[in-house]
């Protein structure tokens, strides 16, 4: 995005459907990465996966999860945003970013299925 | 097809796919126990799943957006996801007790053994929902379930009270003689509105919305389909209520058993009535089974943020598919443990009552919001509902499982 | 926030979730083990009161033709299993000691709807099954219910 967006981060990108530029959803913004700056602190990128969204839940299902669930996330640069509405749109695919791995996988195993 | 033709189709089908077991268990006991006195309570349960369906369909069409993104977006990642462990339970449980109740049905119809019938009605739904599609799966069962309007014609020639009918359909307090009634009718109440009310069933129609593509043109549509199907659907809930009243109350009987519940048909219709019943539950059961797991499957890649849809290949959206197909697994599995499925959907009714606000809140936030929705946000009326409701189903959360335990599990 | 303040927290959360499961299930073994008092007889007999009711409704149809011998076989397999679940209620019940000559009562009519609702499960048109009609069970157990609710 070239323009200065107006919008409030944690209102109107945090918990956000993301969408690559194919139309396939790819994740829920689990997280924001903020980096300080001179004139304050500036959005520099979304973050998809446990790491965004554990510490968002309580300390005792945290430690639970993490026994369950790898850390890890996928850190997808803020220039990527192409548009801020009801999703997040980007403007490159989903594999490129590293996202959706889990869905492509299971598509891989899926395919062996008949009518699939 | 034109507009016209799938308004009407839309209507049918929202009519065939409003009584599940849940609502046929408590329809026919509250009919047994107190005869046409908590009418009304079918009537507050319709209007209310009458307007937040209305809202999330509204919502789907405007925003293209399905109910659980949004309570994820409004509540916060916490509350969201207690709010998908919350739903899922009761959409397992809930179609646990459906694929029971098609089993046993299916057990009478074929005499075969029971654990075998578990088996290939998982097979079944598994099929079932892999090959068709969205709109196929909506139109068979829910046009199937219509079957049911036998029970409406039984209730006709047994010449019902139509004065203690239509007196029933008022808000009253009952004609009770003792405090442990009140508190079962009470109980009854509760879940009977909770069994209208059943949150799978807005976030399938919302998501449904998005499966058909709704635009804004297809307001007036959602509008019809909601008001016109489920008063209609209403009515086969009242013609339960009756012949519980009118037939199994009086024989000293409270039944228990999907079968039973045929019983009343084959006493004016002989065989043919038993037929037309029984495969008339089987529908109405099915689609519910149906819908619950999808539901469940919904609400997880919804919160999660993964492609998702019927209308998309099983390999388009991966995660999704094996979702739905892991929820029919388990609910089997809760099933073949042995557990009476009447007696799952009792509890299962019970505690969706709990979770009833947290699903609806959102969807009024957004319904009502201008900015959201800009001319096609909620107008007084529907936001006078929408609250009411809201009041309504947070003081019966609080008092269900209160009022479960002082009855006995609602057995008196 | 620190590995140990979030140590911390998820400690101070599992002990709070302990003690809760703790009273919970103190509370609902205490309630488990308390006598049952006629509430709770009554529950089970008005229960077999409505099956063996049931039953005669099956009967009374089957009679007239308006099931076929395999819905009657079938759905009596489906009640047999629930009297017996009513059965296994009755017989697990720690009663009140002044309630078991009631219990007394309901057992062996009880034992009689278990035997004609097994009977007509495999054959349904059983005369055995017949011997004792089911609306008499059922009016005993109703009298039984009725003095449970005076109580």
């Given amino acids: 995005m070239s323009e200065r967006p107006v919008f409030d981060p944690h209102h109107d990108v945090l918990d956000r459907q993301l969408v690559d530029v194919n139309g396939t959803f790819c994740g829920i913004v689990d997280a924001l990465e903020f980096t300080p700056t001179p004139q304050g602190p500036v959005l520099t990128a979304l973050w998809v996966g446990p790491d965004g969204w554990l510490p968002r839940v309580p300390a005792l299902l945290a430690l639970l999860c993490e026994r369950v669930v790898r850390r890890h996330h996928v850190s997808v640069p803020w220039r990527h945003v192409r548009e801020v509405s009801e999703v997040i749109r980007l403007d490159v695919s989903a594999g490129a970013l590293g996202l959706g791995r889990a869905d492509r996988a299971a598509a891989r195993w899926i395919s062996k299925l008949p009518f699939s | 097809m034109n507009k016209a033709a799938e308004l009407f189709l839309g209507i049918l089908t929202a009519m065939g796919g409003f009584v599940e077991i849940g609502e046929l268990t408590f329809t026919l006991g509250s009919g047994v126990h107190f005869g046409y006195q908590l009418l009304w309570v079918t009537v507050l349960g319709t209007v209310g799943i009458m307007a937040y369906c209305e809202m999330a369909g509204r919502i789907a069409a405007v925003k293209r957006r399905p109910v659980f993104s949004l309570i994820r977006e409004r509540n916060g990642f916490g509350a969201a996801l207690l709010t998908l462990v919350a739903a899922n339970a009761v959409n397992l449980l809930t179609c646990a007790a459906e694929v029971g109740g098609v089993a046993l049905l299916w057990q009478l119809m074929t005499g075969w053994p029971y654990r075998a019938l578990l088996f290939a009605a998982l097979a079944f739904f598994i099929v079932v929902v892999w090959l068709l599609p969205f709109q196929w799966i909506e139109r068979v069962f829910g046009l199937g379930g219509l079957l049911m309007v036998v029970f409406i014609v039984v209730l006709w020639t047994m010449q019902p009270q139509w004065s203690e009918m239509a007196a029933g359909l008022l808000p009253s307090m009952p004609r009770v003689e003792s405090s442990r009634e009140l508190l079962l009718w009470a109980y009854m109440g509760v879940a009977l509105l909770s069994s209208i009310m059943l949150p799978y069933e807005t976030y399938f129609y919302a998501s449904g919305g998005i499966e058909d593509a709704w635009t804004p043109s297809d307001i007036v549509t959602n509008r019809v389909v909601v008001l016109v199907g489920f008063a209609l659907g209403a009515l086969l809930s009242v013609a339960l209520t009756g012949l519980g009243a009118q037939y199994f109350g009086p024989r000293g009987i409270e039944p228990q058993l999907p079968g039973t519940a045929a019983l009343a048909a084959s006493v004016v219709f002989a065989k043919i009535g038993l037929g037309v019943a029984a495969l008339g539950l089987f529908f109405a059961f099915a689609g519910a089974a149906i819908e619950t797991a999808l539901s469940a499957a919904y609400n997880l890649a919804q919160f999660a943020g993964w492609p998702w849809g019927k209308s998309k290949r099983p390999r388009e959206a991966a995660r999704f598919s094996l979702a739905w197909v892991v929820v029919f697994v388990a609910a089997t599995a809760v099933v073949m443990s042995g557990v009476d499925p009447v007696q799952v959907v009792e509890v299962s009714i019970v505690f969706s009552v709990v979770v009833l606000p947290f699903t609806y809140l959102p969807v009024l936030l957004v319904a009502r919001d201008k900015k959201a929705m800009g001319e096609h946000a909620n107008g007084w009326f529907a936001n006078v509902l929408g609250w009411f409701y809201l009041v309504t189903l947070t003081i019966a959360a609080l008092a269900a499982i209160p009022l479960f335990l002082l009855t006995h599990g609602g057995r008196g | ?151």
Avoid: Y
Wanted: proline share 5%; charged share 25%.
């Fill in chain 3, 1 to 151: 926030m620190t590995t140990l303040t979030r140590r911390r927290r998820a400690a101070h959360q599992a002990l709070a979730l302990a003690v809760c499961a703790a009273v919970g299930i103190a509370a609902g073994v205490w309630v488990a083990h308390l006598p049952a008092g006629p509430d709770e007889l009554r529950i089970t007999v008005a229960a077999l009161r409505s099956q063996a009711a049931e039953l005669h409704e099956l009967f009374a149809q089957a009679d007239e033709e308006d099931v076929n011998p395999r819905f009657v076989r079938m759905h009596a397999q489906q009640l047999a299993k629930a009297v017996e679940r009513e059965r296994d209620a009755l017989e697990q019940m720690t009663l009140d000691p002044t309630l078991e000559p009631t219990r007394s009562e309901v057992r062996p009519i009880a034992a009689q709807l278990a035997t004609a609702v097994q009977l007509t499960s495999r054959w349904s048109r059983s005369i055995e099954a017949r011997r004792e009609p089911p609306h008499r069970m059922a009016r005993q157990l109703q009298v039984i219910e009725d003095s449970l609710q005076d109580n």
